[in-house]
């Protein structure tokens, strides 16, 4: 690889653009806006403002969503997850599992999932 594209790579890399790029993708999908460019320069403003802590982060799913999407994957009621049934639930929602560091024999919690997804 050249150095120059990987120098290209650490920067998209190290700045998270391609999640950035794609949730605000998921989130245009999602909510469909009359006038995306505006949803989209209010979606970024909102993320700019979660980076100060001065609101809240643009999320796709609220906590229902989230909620029944958990209940979908804890078929059994059990109140937990596999570590492997969470890596899926992420990719299929688009989210990167590639500095995810749990192991497998790790459950989790609806909590941890709201709170992790």
């Known amino acids: ?51 100060r802590s001065e609101g809240e982060y643009p999320y796709l799913m609220d906590e229902g969503n989230l909620a029944a999407m958990f209940s979908l994957l804890d078929v059994v009621g059990q109140g937990h997850i596999t570590a492997a049934q969470y890596r899926e639930a992420l990719k299929t929602l688009g989210l990167s599992t590639e500095d995810l560091q749990i192991g497998d024999d790790v459950n989790i919690t609806l909590d941890v999932f709201k709170e992790e997804v």
């Open 1 to 51: 690889m050249a150095a120059r594209e990987r120098q290209s790579r650490d920067y998209l890399r190290r700045h998270r653009l391609p999640e950035l790029l794609q949730r605000l993708g998921a989130l245009l999908l999602y909510h469909r806006p009359e006038n995306p460019r505006e949803f989209l320069i209010q979606a970024l403003e909102r993320v700019k403002a979660g980076k």
